[in-house]
């Protein structure tokens, strides 16, 4: 386990029984469950037939601003598209809610990691250009109309590892294939969003 047992936390079961054990270390589950750390994830993956989600914290916040700091490295999230309604959830990674919004916040305006304008070529055009997708990524004419309007003073990121299910606040519209999706942060309902095929891929 990444980090020992207090450095893994339950993040989703699917069995009722175990849903006490989403959002809590490892280390907290075995002794409620009065076992050894080992046995105790043993046995949770056995009752969970492996399907168990995980947060791992194994990262160094040194090494990730490093890492950001990188013009070859692009940002993005393998966080899932996920509302806070929704039951199955459990207690899933704050990137699911805040990622974008964390880089914007707290890297770019209050730690001064890197300067805005390179944040957001990384979160837009140095993605597309890396997964071969033309017409995203740059705002120009011929090109599809994926917008964000945030406010640089505001966005921030809610979610946390205690409380994940919190949504950014700071961004006020969202534009998907030129149709309006978030209106004064609000979603709209809309759903223009399709799969895209990037370079290699059918």
């Given amino acids: 386990m990444g ?89 899933p990674h704050p990137r699911f809610y805040g990622t974008f919004s964390r880089v914007l916040g707290h890297y770019v305006r209050e730690e001064k990691t890197l300067p805005l304008a390179e944040a957001v070529r990384k979160m837009t055009s140095l993605p597309a250009q890396v997964n071969g997708l033309s017409d995203r990524g740059i705002l120009r004419p011929g090109m599809a109309a994926d917008i964000t309007v945030f406010n640089a003073d505001t966005v921030s990121d809610k979610a946390t590892f205690e409380e994940p299910l919190q949504y950014s606040t700071g961004v006020e519209y969202v534009v998907v294939n030129g149709v309006l999706t978030v209106d004064h942060g609000k979603h709209t309902g809309a759903k223009p969003g399709h799969v895209l095929y990037g370079r290699g891929k059918k």
Wanted: without cysteine; aromatic residues 6%.
């Fill in 3 to 91: 980090g020992g047992a207090h450095g893994v936390m339950v993040a989703t079961v699917f069995k009722p029984a175990n849903k006490k054990y989403e959002g809590k270390r490892m280390d907290d589950v075995a002794k409620m469950m009065d076992k050894d750390p080992v046995d105790a994830v043993a046995d949770l993956l056995a009752d969970e037939e492996m399907r168990p989600g995980a947060v791992y914290f194994t990262m160094s916040e040194a090494d990730v601003k490093l890492a950001m700091q990188q013009p070859w490295l692009g940002i993005g999230s393998d966080g899932s598209a996920v509302n806070t309604e929704m039951a199955f959830i459990g207690h």
